[in-house]
């Protein structure tokens, strides 16, 4: 078993930045993969950003990809989402997530554990 909790999440302006954190408890973290995803009103769980298990390499989604930034702490099994420039689109339920695998981690599908989520609102 795998305990994530999220946090960072709240209120900013157009154009500010968040920075979301998301601590892992339980079994090894180095042995995840880790995501964040979001999920807005009406619309779909989707991918935001992921990182390797030895943090070696990340993917973006297009729509964050230059404003957000994955980043993993082993020492203190936590993983971050930098987000700058932050747009009224990017307003969502922010959730991170373990995968065992190391693969195909854009799918929400592969991942095992999932935190609780944190609400990122950006106001215009």
């Known amino acids: 078993q795998v305990q994530l909790v999220e946090s960072g999440g709240g209120l900013v302006q157009a154009g500010g930045s968040l920075r979301l954190s998301c601590a892992a408890s339980?079994?090894?973290?180095?042995?995840?993969?880790m995501g964040w995803f979001r999920q807005a009103p009406g619309k779909e769980r989707e991918f935001v950003a992921s990182?390797?298990?030895?943090?070696?390499?990340?993917d973006y989604a297009d729509s964050v990809k230059g404003r957000f930034t994955i980043s993993r702490d082993s020492a203190k099994n936590t993983v971050h989402l930098q987000m700058n420039s932050l747009k009224p689109e990017d307003t969502a339920v922010y959730y991170c997530?373990?995968?065992?695998?190391?693969?195909?981690?854009?799918?929400?599908?592969?991942?095992?554990?999932w935190g609780q989520g944190t609400q990122v609102t950006v106001s215009s």
């Open positions: 997530a373990a995968d065992p695998t190391n693969l195909w981690l854009r799918s929400s599908q592969k991942y095992d554990y």
């Open positions: 339980g079994r090894t973290f180095s042995s995840y993969a």
């Open positions: 990182i390797t298990r030895g943090g070696g390499t990340s």
